[in-house]
């Protein structure tokens, strides 16, 4: 679980005003005229369950998933996919291996062909639909980097964090990586950021994203952080707990006005019922 002991932000208010987004709306993908986003945490991380593995690992800043965080990323897919009432066109994952392992496993979930509702893993996925969506890497959905969420000690000693991005893409589909996708941060967070910079910054990747692709209905892998400042937001609340693999839910209304895109403000919604956070 994500459980936020310190650095509890005030409640944010989000933004009221109805932006014109000066891109043409593509085919319109969303015939409800409603564009949605789920921002979600990842599976279950190693470090939190067996704390030796930091004793050897070569990038203790960058633990993998669990087996049960694998399964728990799998089946929080199927739940999307026969849950919510509107189809994911596009899912951005920060490129820290347990987010990548998660929207992978979340992939093969919502593009399997015939899934079979009893599966487990994506081990029972036989073929998938590469059709279905686009995946891309994006920086600035990166854990808050600074000694809240990394220990200094086990922080890269030059303070950058470093990723070879062509090996977290080939863990998904061949195909299904968005070589051309313009991402809303192009490098790494700087370390040091403050809870309020780190704030700041995963507001502005979910509406610069939003903005960019405001015909599509978009999936956010991401960590305990991006989940509660978000939710914090735009539900206006104190936000507590994370749990691994938990969602929040926004919806806008999007209309076409003169060769433009029109976008309403975020609301919270619930379509997947137990979101997996607590606030008060």
């Known amino acids: 679980m994500y459980t936020v002991t310190c650095n509890v932000l005030p409640k944010v208010t989000s933004p009221r005003r109805q932006p014109l987004i000066r891109a043409t709306m593509e085919s319109s993908a969303n015939s409800d005229g ?13 470090d939190q369950v067996n704390p030796l593995w930091l004793d050897t690992a070569a990038r203790p800043w960058d ?70 969506l686009k995946v891309s890497i994006e920086f600035g959905l990166s854990e808050m980097l600074n000694t809240i969420s990394i220990k200094p000690e086990i922080a890269p000693r030059d303070r950058k964090f470093e990723f070879l991005i062509s090996d977290l893409e080939a863990m998904f589909p061949e195909g299904m990586v968005d070589h051309n996708a313009i991402p809303a941060y192009k490098e790494m967070p700087q ?42 937001t735009y539900k206006e609340v104190d936000v507590y707990d994370i749990e691994y693999c938990a969602c929040a839910e926004l919806r806008r209304q999007i209309s076409s006005q003169g060769g433009s895109t029109k976008a309403g403000h975020f609301e919270v919604i619930t379509s997947l019922g137990q979101s997996g956070i607590k606030y008060h």
């Open 63 to 132: 633990p993998p998933l669990v087996h049960d965080g694998m399964v728990r990323s799998f089946r929080t897919g199927q739940r999307i996919r026969s849950q919510i009432r509107f189809p994911i066109h596009r899912v951005f994952v920060s490129p820290f291996i347990r987010c990548v392992q998660t929207a992978s496993k979340v992939v093969n979930a919502l593009t399997a062909i015939d899934l079979d509702p009893n599966a487990t893993s994506s081990k029972d996925v036989l073929s998938i639909d590469k059709s279905k």
């Open 191 to 232: 370390w040091g950021e403050t809870v309020q910079e780190c704030t700041v910054r995963f507001l502005n990747v979910v509406n610069t994203l939003a903005n960019r692709y405001p015909s599509e209905n978009l999936l956010l892998v991401t960590h305990g952080e991006g989940v509660r400042t978000t939710f914090a």
């Open 34 to 46: 409603y564009q949605n986003i789920l921002m979600m945490r990842h599976g279950d991380r190693i």
